[in-house]
């Protein structure tokens, strides 16, 4: 398990309310650190055809709803690589994440997830980092748009773990 696996990843950057500059800031850490894996980007559903056009420019964009769970449902459904890392628009991506999380899987129905703040469940942890494998979530299926975040991300981790995923909180791996 606590070995360097050659995982095919990606990114799924998550961009509420469309704002460029941080989607750019995000794509140019991603482009430094991590230039061959490839890149998605999901936005609300208030973004205009020229904001749409400006963000495609940066990478394939994608749009959800105004939900943090929505845009993590489109994030996931066009999914660019088997595991993917779940990053908010602004985040400056930090080296090597790929090999730092791929020491801890094992199989592809593990979930991994930063300790931030002192937050080591699903439920309260942050999304900027979250690692998951497209086959599981296809399995897990989407996220809800109804409830609290809290809710939804409770509901569903519950159909995760029916379906044998593991989670787990990674120490020292903050995104940024």
Known sequence: MYSHKDLKCGFV??????????????MKSIQCRHPDLPTICATDDSATAADM???KSICPTYKGKST???????????????WNFIVCAGATVRWKMDERFSYFT????????????????????????????????????????????EE???????????KGVKFKAIAGSKIC
């Open 152 to 162: 939804i991300k409770i509901l569903w981790a519950l159909r995760a773990i029916d």
């Open 106 to 149: 094992e199989s592809e129905k593990d979930i991994l997830f930063p300790i931030s703040d002192n937050k080591c469940n699903f439920v309260d942890a942050t999304l900027n980092g979250l690692f998951i494998n497209k086959k599981t979530w296809n399995e897990v299926g989407e996220m809800s748009n109804e409830g609290t975040f």
């Open 68 to 82: 943090f769970s929505s845009l993590i449902n489109v994030g996931m459904k066009h999914a660019p690589a088997d």
């Open 53 to 55: 056009k400006e963000m």
């Open 13 to 26: 950057i998550l961009c509420p309310e469309h704002t460029v500059g941080l989607l750019k800031s995000t």
